[in-house]
């Protein structure tokens, strides 16, 4: 099993040319059906809470997930902003893939937990935060979606992990000035939970700040499977089930948590 981590210097709440962005850092990276790819937190829009250009009203980008999960064969975890009924935004992973139910192409949505509250205006002024924790199916094993400001909350993953995740998938929009948070948060989540995870994030610049990119994936034991710098890149990496399923049967620490019993699955 591969996943691909596209790292993408996004265009400031220009769709369509963050989508075309997407679809050229793709196409030579040799994707296969049964494969995952993963994007950045609102990769088609960047960190906007400019709700009436960035939501996704008309669904436009929910279609590009799709039509890039069906081109593909793989399934893609995406993201968009969506607006509630009650006027306000929701930070959306939206996965994709052929493993959607009944006709359609749609997997799962999860909706941003933590809306990050310290910036002015704050996302959380704009954003609902979402209130459940989901997995996804790829291929024989679960994904945990995160996004972004979640990696700093471990109960969130944590949860995944007793839900069945042995991947981890978190898209970012995360600064330069707080990169070293990033990076030893991801190891630390993949080390703690004995699962992959696959840490994306965006490079470039917008209006308020720069970004450095450092999109890497981590293994169950906390090394470095790969790792790009600033530029614009997909990191393609194998993800080894049975290498994750030997660890977790000869080093237990999984199974011996204490204080989160009522965050099991029923």
Known sequence: MRAHLVQVDIVWESKPANRQKVDELLAGCGIVSGDLVVLPE??????????????????ETLRYLERLAQRTGATVHGS?????????????????????????????????????????????????????????????????????????????????????????????????????????????????????????????????LEYSGGTLAISPRGDVLGELGAEEGVLSVEIDLNDLRRWRSVFRAWKDHRLLGEMVAG
């Not at 995360?174 to 989540?189: D, K, M, N, Q, V």
């Open 42 to 59: 609102m990769f088609d829009t960047g960190f906007s809470f400019n709700l009436d250009v960035t939501a996704d009203r008309d669904d």
């Open 80 to 208: 968009r902003t969506v607006v509630g009924e009650d006027g306000r935004g929701r930070n959306m992973v939206t996965v994709t893939g052929r493993s959607g139910g009944g006709d359609g192409l749609l997997v799962c949505e999860y909706a941003k937990v933590h809306p990050f509250s310290l910036g002015v205006p704050s996302e959380a002024e704009r954003f609902t935060a979402g209130g459940e924790v989901v997995v996804y199916p790829w291929g024989e094993t679960k994904v945990c979606p995160a996004i972004c400001y979640d990696l700093r909350f471990p109960e969130l993953f944590r949860r995944g992990m007793l839900l069945g995740a042995e991947v981890f998938a978190i898209g970012s929009n995360w600064p330069r000035t707080r990169e070293f948070h990033r990076r030893t948060l991801s190891i630390a989540r993949a080390i703690e939970n004995q699962a992959f995870m696959l840490s994306v994030n965006r490079t470039g610049r917008d209006p308020s």
